[in-house]
């Protein structure tokens, strides 16, 4: 079964500094997708940034970036420029789309970050 | 806003009764996610529905069940209910294509007192 694991349950960061949130996950697929999910205190579910296995390229959105190793298995998330709405759970995510037919997700436990002024 | 949308926000209900969650897809989507978010059990999935169609099913209780209706709304019923199943019940939306990214609703907050 795949798993996803985040090692850090919480982490904390100076405003305008940059942070790393590191996710693992365990697969024998070579076709999948990689998801950042933030959950601020509304706990609003909302998609940070989507990463596609077989593209090397690592993805981007603005000031969150992803550092995607496939051989490790390493899916880690990078926040530039830390803005205190960017306090929230970060959620890792894994889906495996068993041929199209769902693509539901697997979660990690979570980091709870804290941006301070 | 994700154009997700559930009804109702938070629910308190005794044990051994039976809620209904609802759950309105984004414009376009044809596939409903539901997954319960817990503090023992985290965020785990718990049942996919296809244009009405049961495509997956994860950790879902026997107590549980889900349907999707012509309109494409969802629905998930839980019934006698344990002081164990208060948690943050999310639905969520896709498009049909591998890989898509899912839309969550702000979840219904279920207390079993």
């Known amino acids: 079964a795949q798993t996803v694991t985040q090692s850090q349950p919480e982490m904390s960061v100076q405003e305008a500094e940059t942070v790393t949130l590191s996710c693992t996950y365990d697969t024998s697929e070579s076709n999948y997708y990689l998801f950042w999910y933030k959950q601020p205190p509304s706990r609003q579910m909302i998609l940070v940034i989507r990463q596609e296995a077989y593209k090397q390229q690592n993805a981007t959105e603005n000031r969150f970036s992803v550092n995607f190793q496939k051989a490790a298995k390493s899916f880690s998330l990078k926040i530039s420029d830390s803005q205190l709405g960017d306090t929230a759970m970060y959620f890792c995510?894994?889906?495996?789309?068993?041929?199209?037919?769902?693509?539901?997700?697997?979660f990690g436990t979570g980091t709870l970050l804290a941006v301070q002024p | 806003d994700s154009g997700v949308t559930q009804t109702p926000k938070h629910l308190i209900t005794a044990t051994g009764q039976r809620v209904t969650l609802r759950c309105s897809p984004r414009s376009g989507d044809l596939s409903v996610y539901w997954y319960q978010q817990s503090l023992d059990q985290g965020l785990q999935f718990l049942i996919h529905y296809y244009n009405g169609e049961e495509r997956a099913k994860g950790n879902i209780l026997e107590r549980f069940s889900a349907q999707q209706f012509p309109d494409l709304h969802s629905e998930l019923n839980l019934s006698s209910l344990e002081l164990g199943d208060s948690a943050l019940y999310f639905c969520?939306?896709?498009?049909?294509?591998?890989?898509?990214?899912?839309?969550f609703g702000q979840g219904t907050r279920l207390t079993v007192v």
């Open positions: 995510a894994f889906m495996d789309p068993l041929g199209g037919a769902t693509n539901k997700l697997i």
């Open positions: 969520a939306s896709s498009r049909d294509r591998v890989g898509a990214e899912a839309f």
